[in-house]
């Protein structure tokens, strides 16, 4: 594409005049599962049974139940295709990450995510806002998508006004926060026997006498001898947030307006934040949004679409926002004691006064981070039938902005502790006193934390005509997109020129077929452009008339679709991987005898790439669609991906010898191939209304080819396994005693003894070394089987409704330091890995004896730290009434009213004991929380 | 529509672009290589970027990438031999070779195939010379000096190579990315060796270096290839050749293995012409050396043991020196750059434990030049004289009459009781303190007797200290990658070996005797018969490389070129020295006081104490190294001569065959 084809179609354009049109938008509400609408990008939303893309939806019945802070986190569990995978994290972030299809490529799966169509940041979107999230899956839905589209693409819609009519609503929701799998850590006296235990173990000496041992147990010397339970000083056991959200929606005859304000404050877990007189150091969320959707007829022909949201958002956090979980899974209960006798926080030699999470927690202030986020577009059709019947003509413009503003208000302070000294007459002594770190004045630092925008404009001409059987939707459009970062020369442009066109036959057979030509400023010249066909094709086959006889089907249509769409990642994020670059630097060779010559250097980057295209994904989906029994909806879908030209760095293929780091290739294959069932079954016996249905994913992918390094055993060879695979060693036990180590396989890792992990000589060489790892259980990213059940029932006005969420194939690495991996570099020990460490007298155990010192040979990744990371969650769980329409009548003013208790992640079925399958790090547990909920209608 | 891109653009004060110029990347600092050889200055630069990339022969800093051998992580070659014993515990030296878990999997090494930079060196310099042609403004006597230069690079990195893996991948071009395959397997050791000598072959023929680089123009050039190094390099590189491990009648590993079949670790078979082709390289080089001048041994000023000290230091050491022929410079060098060499801790750390064995010691002869034997010296009594001698005179507390009885060069290389610590620069005069070697001195302290740190075998290291003398002057650390005195030796042995000149061999080898004031090798050595007795000779010269070419990277590969799995077998040893001190009975004791810091007393009417005077009279035990002990010592599978190439490459089939026994 030329820029003189542009300025003609930009002319054109500009030419177009005001003329006439009024369409009513569909909205997904209480809609039948046929008439969905399902819009891929075309300016026009189509219906379920015209559609031939393979889209599921979550519908705005069931986007809001699970009182989340963002959309994000509210339909976890739901969409078929959609892999969503929740991650624990302060309130303010806490995100799902999303995979459409699970993994697919080696350069990354994450999908595209859009609001309104474009491209955004969905984190700050509240659930309130939203009528209908779909998931974008196969070549047909994300074909006008361009380079952005390969993964997969999640539709954020947002609630539109209606004609004619005025309707105010008020949401307050009162959330009660509970922490799941809240991590338990020994006593002190336990940890002291444990420390001498792993000394002992390692062959060193008892750091703690019997003495002090009982000492730590009476808690009779608090400050040389203390006994803390970090956990239950910093955090206290529930919090609260409360979300209130007041919409307006209606219009007048040509005028549609939905508005609306959502607040939400989010309390946290600090057990103690009001210490000081003059602020709180609680862990603190507090957003508003505004929305603004207007929708003006400003002619019978023209209109006009604004939408604006404006977020403003506020977090505090103790401290130099300190990780303070991460401080918790880390100091032991006897480090020292909260506060010495002197009244300075804990601190000594081994524990730095800053590891402290209670003094984080109360003594460092805060630190404040502000987001200003604005989304808005503004969009413009207009009819032209004048010109021609069935055209007409929209232009769009966008632009987002957001920022992130850091303010430090951290201080530092004195912290110190009394070092025990020698025990004489049955007591101890003191033998010095430590003190370190300093107090400080609040900081006064503000700074910009990271910004970004983002500049959208597309325009085009649509036309749509019928003539007898045959319908007619085709649409020619350019759009043009900029994404500037916090950073320099870092800002991307994309374009796409794209001609759709969607074809009907007698409302049976559907034919769409989308043309698409992008342009990406990250790709090298000569590879900027692409194209990218789409073909895709629906058969309803129920409207046949051999079908009309079967009454129990009252929908069912057949879709395929086959497409290639090209992707511009970057191979390693280098902007310039197809010119080698020469770096100049000022350091020097020293000719000179004084070492001064004002030489330069010159030295070279990687290899270019020659012979540059781009990722491809070849996209093949076919799927069926049905209602049946008046009330059963289906969807069936297989697919297959064929991606290849993925960028790998071919250090694999190249040998050193050439002299530089080889170049990036676009020699990469993955194939990824799955199913998705979708079930969803609505009866209503006599006053009960009935639902039930529930989704289930498989996905797949292999390695074909990677330019791995040609390895010396089978079992290293990574092609043709899957993505993110899981490698470790197998563990066979625990050496019982020196005569089984004797006879056993060299370990190389490290000198083994009794009690530590025994392996599989996987490779037959004779020794036990990195060359034994292999492949063990799934990938850590992503399940391969992922699935969802639904149930609800309503009986005058009461109902209930549940989610069960769960998933398959998928694995995690018990790495978690003091959890799992206790006592190494001075952390501390949960109980259960205290409970379940190998002893002489408990050979028999779950995992190998303790070691105060890295032990290399117990913590590599290997099938003792490997878990099946299966579950089955209860996502959300309502009870709710609906106020009958008599009793509201009477109020004149209420139209509809809603009281609601829910529970969110209350429980979990799953095979770890300590952890959450989802979350089992360091960081903060998942939370449960039961939620109080009043909405009325205006 | 134009209006409102306009206004929505309007946020941006870069000029909206439309069509494919707003694809474009965003003008950054970007250089290509037109940039690079459109420019001169450029090209100079990026021929000095080349030259950082030599191999320089001390560890000096701490770091995991690539050169490798130039971290103490690693260490040096010299601590595989039987004159130095590395005793850092974390060192790839230790940890690996030591232990004699090394193997192809392991990854690194002491010189790693793929670790040392040798192959971005020599694509770099081939760039240069593909494409120096299209240089503006730059004469062409100018560009053809450039490219000798980026071939001796070629050949010296390559040698590097060539020492430690046998034959060669040979590179002629630079590689672009879009070969259809990259078949590059190893070369024989002939064709590598052709190869290498190819290179500086023409570089002596054209005519394009200076021979030397003299006065101002040594300042500024001082570390460039001459002419004169690209000769002894190839003096050095055909010595390699011709020595037994790759020229010999049978393999060095029995013949069978695959890369000896291939010729690819050794010639096949004897060719005693190697060693005539040697022999002639240096007398061509010695030829130019007498027609050109600029290049001689550092002659002492005066007969006595301070100016022959001073003469090999300042032969070795100093950047003026008229003895270094080939020279290499850490780039980044700073004095204040605390991972430098000598500059951690004054060397005083045990990452730099380079201590010298008892059995290096001993190569040191009288300073007569006769050969020093432990049993006779103990038998004459001489023990307490073996380093040092001089008087202790009534009310002086220091030794007087100081005489250093042995070769110069051990004091210039070790750092030996009893010796005065303080070295002055510009002349040989060592003053102050005395190095405390003894168990319990103020210098060795416990060091000895556990056997661990920078004096664990007794000694320590002094080559490229002279003292803390490089700590405490500027003075650059340039390491010799060939000197003048090593050039002389091996021609001494290639008249030996080619063509049994024992008369012109001594004389090579007398020469550099001469300059530190040692007699004549054969007469110093009348029971040897070095007039006709080869063998004896030969040793005689290997003994002779080793104490003049200290932690020069010439020991080890002698040890590997004659393939002398005997000394590798040697356990070798340390020295404890204890401090005798008379008892209150008068008797003399074995006591483990320091002396200065110790019971040194200043004041002069307390000069009947025993503390008072300067130890003398010490008690010597030899004791067989146990830290660090070699797999080695124990049998020495001849594997070790040369380097693994890492599996993965050997794995990789672009004709890479594995060195016997790896």
Known sequence: ?938 | MATITAIGAGSCTDELAVGNAFLDKAAGASVTEDTVFNNPEYTRQFLAAIYSLQYYGLPYQSSSSAPLTSSYWTGKFDALSDCYQLHFPNSGIYKQYYSGTFNANTGGGIYGYLTENVWVLVRRAYLLLENIDKVPNMEDSEKARLCDEARCLIASSYFNMFRNYGGLPIITKTFTGTESSYNVPRASVEKTVNFMVGLLDKTIKDGNLPWGYTGTDAQTNTGRWTKAGAMALKCKILQFAASPLFNDTKGYYGGTTQAERDSLVWYGGYRAELWTQCKQACADFFAQLSANGVYALTQPTAKTQEAYRYAYRFGYINEASTEILHSVRVSTSTRDSKYQWAYLNYGRNERYSYTPTQEYVEMFPWSDGSPFDWSAAQKAGKLDNMFIKGDTVVGTQDLQHRVLTRDPRLYETIRINGVPQSIDWNSGVASGNIYENWVGGSDAGTQPGTETGYFATGYANNKYYAGDIFYTTLHYPQWDAIRLSDIYLTYAEALLQAGNDFTGALTYVDAVRARVGLGGLAACNPGENLTSNKANLLEEILRERACELGLEDSRYFDLVRYKRSDRFETNTHGLRVYRLKKDTNGKWARVTDKWWNGDKKTDKANKAAAGFYEPTHFDFEKFELTSGARVQWNGFDAKWYLQPFPQSEVNKNYGLVQNPGW
């Open chain 1, 1 to 938: 594409m030329k820029q003189n084809k542009i300025l003609v179609l930009s002319l054109l354009m500009c030419l177009t005049v005001p003329a006439v049109a009024q369409q009513d938008d569909k909205t997904q509400t209480d809609g039948k599962y046929i008439d969905q609408t399902i819009d891929v990008g075309a300016d026009k939303t189509f219906t379920r049974g015209e559609s031939t893309a393979s889209v599921s939806v979550i519908t705005v019945n069931s986007t809001d139940k699970r009182s989340a802070r963002n959309i994000g986190n509210s339909i976890i569990g739901q969409g078929s295709g959609l892999i969503s995978l929740q991650n624990a994290g302060n309130y303010a972030a806490a995100n799902p990450t999303f995979y459409v299809r699970g993994l697919q490529s080696l350069s990354g799966s994450t999908p595209l995510i859009l609001v309104d169509g474009i491209e955004r940041d969905i984190n700050n979107v509240t659930p309130e806002e939203v009528e209908s999230v779909t998931i974008l899956k196969d070549a047909a839905a994300v074909a006008l998508y361009g380079y952005k589209g390969a993964n997969g693409a999640i539709l954020v819609t947002t609630k539109r006004g209606k004609y004619n009519t005025k309707s105010a609503k008020i949401t307050l929701d009162h959330v009660f926060n509970f922490m799941a799998n809240k991590p338990k850590f020994v006593d002190a006296a336990t940890y002291g026997s444990a420390v001498n235990e792993a000394r002992a173990n390692d062959g060193l000496s008892a750091r703690y006498s019997d003495d002090e041992i009982a000492a730590f147990k009476s808690g009779q010397y608090p400050y040389l001898y203390p006994n803390v339970n970090w956990v239950d000083q910093t955090f206290r056991d529930n919090a609260v947030t409360n979300k209130l959200n007041i919409e307006f929606t209606g219009g007048g005859q040509k005028f549609r307006y939905f508005t609306m304000i959502n607040l939400i404050s989010d309390n946290g877990f600090i057990a103690n934040p009001g210490k000081n007189d003059t602020y709180s150091t609680q862990n603190k969320y507090v957003k508003a949004n505004l929305r603004s959707n207007l929708d003006i007829d400003l002619t019978p022909s023209t209109k006009l679409k604004v939408n604006l949201l404006g977020v403003l958002n506020e977090v505090s956090r103790p401290g130099d926002s300190a990780d303070l979980w991460n401080l918790a899974y880390s100091l032991p209960s006897a480090a020292y004691p909260i506060k010495d006798e002197s009244g300075n926080w804990g601190g000594n030699a081994t524990w730095n006064g800053t590891t402290n999470p209670v003094a984080q927690s109360i003594g460092a202030a805060y630190t404040k981070n502000n987001t200003r986020s604005l989304f808005s577009d503004i969009t413009l059709n207009q009819n032209l039938s004048s010109v021609l019947d069935g055209l007409s003509g929209q232009i769009r413009v966008s632009y987002d902005n957001t920022s992130n503003i850091i303010e430090n208000h951290s201080k530092t302070y004195v912290y110190g502790s009394a070092t025990p000294g020698a025990w004489a007459n049955g007591a101890p002594t003191v033998a010095s006193n430590y003190t370190g770190g300093s107090d400080s004045e609040m900081g006064t630092d503000a700074s910009t934390n990271s910004f970004s925008r983002r500049f959208h404009f597309d325009g085009g001409f649509d036309y749509q005509h019928a003539f007898g059987k045959h319908s007619v939707y085709s649409q020619l459009k350019w759009d043009y997109e900029s994404q500037d970062q916090y950073a320099v020369n870092s800002t991307i442009y994309r374009q796409n020129f794209s001609w759709w066109t969607h074809y009907g036959y007698n409302n049976r057979y559907y034919v769409d077929l989308a043309l698409v030509e992008s342009a990406s400023s990250r790709l090298a010249p000569g590879s900027k452009w692409a194209s990218s066909p789409t073909l895709s094709a629906g058969w309803v086959i129920s409207k046949e008339n051999f079908m009309k006889d079967v009454k129990w089907v009252d929908f069912l249509k057949l879709r395929a679709s086959a497409g290639i769409i090209n992707a511009d990642y970057l191979p390693n994020d280098s902007w310039t991987y197809y010119i080698q670059q020469y770096t100049i630097s000022g350091t020097t060779y020293p000719f000179n005898s004084g070492y001064g010559s004002s030489f330069g250097m010159t030295t070279l980057t990687r290899l270019a790439t020659e012979n540059y295209t781009h990722e491809k994904a070849y996209k093949y989906n076919v799927g069926l669609d049905a209602t049946l029994f008046s009330g059963l909806d289906v969807t069936l879908e297989g697919y297959y991906q064929h991606r290849n030209n993925i960028w790998v760095e071919a250090s694999g293929k190249y040998t050193d010898v050439i002299g530089v780091d080889a170049p990036y290739e676009n020699a990469g294959v993955v194939n990824s191939w799955g199913f998705e069932t979708s079930l969803d079954y609505n009866k209503k016996f006599g006053e009960v209304t009935f639902n039930l249905g529930g989704e289930f994913n498989l996905n797949r992918n292999k390695i074909k080819e990677q330019l791995e390094e040609p390895r010396l055993y089978d079992n290293l060879v990574q092609t043709g396994r899957s993505l993110s695979q899981t490698y470790g060693l197998k563990a066979i036990g625990f050496f019982k005693d020196q005569n089984d180590i004797d006879n056993s396989p060299t370990q190389t890792f490290s000198t083994v003894k009794p009690g530590d992990i025994k392996y599989e000589d996987v490779n037959g060489d004779g020794t036990i070394d990195a060359n034994d790892k292999t492949a063990i259980g799934y990938s850590t990213a992503a399940p391969q089987l992922y699935f969802s059940i639904h149930l609800g029932a309503e009986w005058r006005g009461l109902g209930i409704d549940a989610m069960f969420q769960g998933v398959g194939k998928y694995s995690a690495i018990l790495n978690t330091k003091s959890m799992y991996w206790p006592l190494i570099n001075n952390t501390t020990i949960s109980q259960y890995s205290y409970d379940n460490r190998w002893t002489a007298d408990n050979t028999d155990a779950k995992f190998p004896r303790l070691s105060s010192v890295s032990n290399a040979n117990n913590y590599q990744t290997n099938t003792v730290w490997l878990a099946d990371r299966s579950f089955l969650k209860l996502r959300n769980l309502e009870v709710y009434y609906n106020f009958p329409e008599k009793l509201l009548k009477s109020t004149k003013m209420v139209n509809a009213a809603k009281i609601y208790l829910r529970g969110v992640d209350l429980f979990s079925l799953d095979h770890l004991a300590v952890s959450d399958p989802e979350s089992y790090g360091a960081t903060n547990p998942l939370n449960r929380s039961v939620v109080a909920g009043l909405s009325v209608t205006f």
